[in-house]
């Protein structure tokens, strides 16, 4: 049971008690569902000082405000999405694949790992200048494309869970998912994907030279070190350029992953469409994935959050690919906390269907009691306009201290509770398996 004020009484609430004697208050029982307008209004001028509800059986309290500069965010992100679906509806691209992210996992971990120990192996040998060919790369990029092409959330979902020595391995493994999944997204012939993809795994070759502890210093760089930093797109075809079998286009691809659209990147300062497309490309997801991963000097940004402060930072991306790149991982990829009308927080599970702001998730905590609810899952694009997501959450704001590895166990079972319906009051539950 929760006390609430009669201010913070709304339709739908399941009253249980109020405070004081039956004289105190124009009703002659205490235990109904508030259904009518007129009986809202009596018991907000009764006078009384505390009413209980029950928000299992009725609403509970209507959810804070999102703050402004947030609403506007995600609004800019999620009009300009909209837009986009209504107006190009027949754009290049692929839907997600039927396999659930949670059906996916198993095979995606084993291809993490194994992907984790050739990137290693090959850096190694690029330390060591004895680069000769792509025999233990390749197969790595056909692994990648594989998982995406059956889930494109699932490897990028679990790339994000990165251990603090092996962020290098899976920062590339991980660039590359999206740089693969951004390529079908824009209808890239098969050559193209596979150009995208050892793009992505091999950005940062360059920094294989990097001094010991630069890539990890907790605290700020100096100025020295930043300009150190700074030449390893340019090392990076340097180290490669021994290998017949990449491309022009992968190597201008790593070259150009930090100059940005309006001149102020580097090495070279390019702007617009000077930058290759496999530059432009990897730009959007290497940024992504750094700015969503725990470094030690910055703690992740949440991707829902980090996908609306890159739509705002004019200048930096090529719009039409960043457009393209929402549209890949969702306005609220997966992994994401999200606050939903019901006042319950939710995982989003997996990408939307037609509608990026309505995706599939998986409520597990009362956004009133405060307390863990039973983990059920609800695929909101079918769901009444009336029950959605009302704002994403600071996984930090609600004590999930480590929210990757948290959303992780909620997403990775595969036989929950599915909501089938919504009812009127107690929505009822089919039981069955995620995914296939």
């Given at each position: 049971?929760?006390?609430?004020?009669?201010?913070?009484?709304?339709?739908?609430?399941?009253?249980?008690?109020?405070?004081?004697?039956?004289?105190?208050?124009?009703?002659?029982?205490?235990?109904?569902?508030?259904?009518?307008?007129?009986?809202?209004?009596?018991?907000?001028?009764?006078?009384?000082?505390?009413?209980?509800?029950?928000?299992?059986?009725?609403?509970?309290?209507?959810?804070?405000?999102?703050?402004?500069?947030?609403?506007?965010?995600?609004?800019?992100?999620?009009?300009?999405?909209?837009?986009?679906?209504?107006?190009?509806?027949?754009?290049?691209?692929?839907?997600?694949?039927?396999r659930?992210?949670?059906?996916?996992?198993?095979?995606?971990?084993?291809?993490?790992d194994?992907?984790?120990?050739?990137?290693?192996?090959?850096?190694?040998?690029?330390?060591?200048?004895?680069?000769?060919?792509?025999?233990?790369?390749?197969?790595?990029?056909?692994?990648?494309?594989?998982?995406?092409?059956?889930?494109?959330?699932?490897?990028?979902?679990?790339?994000?869970?990165?251990?603090?020595?092996?962020?290098?391995?899976?920062?590339?493994?991980?660039?590359?998912?999206?740089?693969?999944?951004?390529?079908?997204?824009?209808?890239?012939?098969?050559?193209?994907?596979?150009?995208?993809g050892?793009?992505?795994?091999?950005?940062?070759?360059?920094?294989?030279?990097?001094?010991?502890?630069?890539?990890?210093?907790?605290?700020?760089?100096?100025?020295?070190?930043?300009?150190?930093?700074?030449?390893?797109?340019?090392?990076?075809?340097?180290?490669?350029?021994?290998?017949?079998?990449?491309?022009?286009?992968?190597?201008?691809?790593?070259?150009?992953?930090?100059?940005?659209?309006?001149?102020?990147?580097?090495?070279?300062?390019?702007?617009?469409?000077?930058?290759?497309?496999?530059?432009?490309?990897?730009?959007?997801?290497d940024?992504?994935?750094?700015?969503?991963?725990?470094?030690?000097?910055?703690?992740?940004?949440?991707?829902?959050?980090?996908?609306?402060?890159?739509?705002?930072w004019?200048?930096?991306?090529?719009?039409?690919?960043?457009?393209?790149?929402?549209?890949?991982?969702?306005?609220?990829?997966?992994?994401?906390?999200?606050?939903?009308?019901?006042?319950?927080?939710?995982?989003?599970?997996?990408?939307?269907g037609?509608?990026?702001?309505?995706?599939v998730?998986?409520?597990?905590?009362?956004?009133?009691?405060?307390?863990?609810?039973?983990?059920?899952?609800?695929?909101?694009?079918?769901?009444?306009?009336?029950?959605?997501?009302?704002s994403r959450?600071?996984?930090?704001?609600?004590?999930?201290?480590?929210?990757?590895?948290?959303?992780?166990?909620?997403?990775?079972p595969?036989?929950?509770?599915?909501?089938?319906?919504?009812?009127?009051?107690?929505?009822?539950?089919?039981?069955?398996?995620?995914?296939?």
């Amino acid at each position: 049971m929760l006390r609430i004020t009669p201010e913070q009484l709304r339709l739908g609430m399941f009253v249980t008690a109020i405070d004081g004697s039956w004289l105190d208050h124009p009703f002659w029982r205490s235990r109904f569902l508030l259904e009518r307008h007129a009986d809202l209004a009596l018991l907000k001028a009764s006078g009384v000082t505390g009413i209980w509800i029950d928000p299992k059986k009725g609403l509970g309290p209507a959810p804070k405000p999102v703050p402004i500069a947030i609403a506007r965010d995600v609004q800019a992100v999620r009009a300009d999405a909209e837009a986009m679906l209504a107006t190009e509806a027949d754009a290049p691209g692929v839907a997600n694949a039927p396999r659930s992210p949670s059906a996916e996992f198993v095979q995606a971990e084993r291809i993490l790992d194994d992907a984790k120990i050739a990137v290693a192996a090959f850096i190694e040998d690029a330390k060591l200048g004895r680069l000769t060919g792509l025999e233990g790369i390749e197969p790595v990029v056909a692994a990648i494309t594989g998982s995406v092409l059956r889930n494109r959330s699932a490897l990028m979902t679990l790339a994000r869970l990165k251990a603090a020595d092996e962020y290098a391995y899976v920062h590339a493994i991980a660039v590359s998912a999206m740089m693969v999944a951004l390529a079908l997204q824009m209808g890239m012939d098969e050559p193209g994907v596979r150009e995208a993809g050892l793009a992505g795994l091999l950005h940062d070759i360059g920094e294989a030279d990097a001094p010991p502890g630069l890539l990890d210093k907790p605290a700020s760089l100096s100025a020295a070190e930043t300009e150190r930093l700074q030449q390893h797109p340019e090392a990076g075809p340097v180290k490669l350029e021994g290998i017949d079998a990449l491309s022009a286009r992968v190597l201008d691809g790593i070259l150009h992953h930090h100059e940005r659209m309006d001149g102020s990147g580097y090495p070279q300062q390019l702007k617009g469409e000077s930058i290759s497309l496999l530059g432009r490309m990897a730009a959007v997801c290497d940024v992504y994935d750094a700015i969503t991963s725990n470094r030690p000097h910055r703690r992740a940004w949440p991707p829902a959050e980090a996908l609306a402060r890159m739509f705002r930072w004019d200048g930096h991306f090529d719009q039409s690919i960043l457009r393209a790149f929402i549209r890949c991982v969702g306005i609220y990829p997966v992994g994401s906390l999200v606050r939903l009308s019901s006042d319950e927080l939710a995982v989003v599970s997996e990408e939307a269907g037609t509608v990026l702001a309505r995706p599939v998730v998986r409520p597990f905590f009362s956004a009133v009691t405060r307390r863990p609810i039973a983990l059920y899952e609800i695929d909101l694009g079918d769901m009444p306009e009336d029950l959605k997501i009302v704002s994403r959450e600071d996984p930090s704001a609600w004590g999930f201290a480590d929210w990757e590895t948290h959303a992780m166990k909620l997403i990775k079972p595969r036989a929950v509770r599915i909501l089938s319906r919504i009812g009127q009051h107690t929505p009822p539950i089919t039981l069955k398996s995620v995914g296939s």
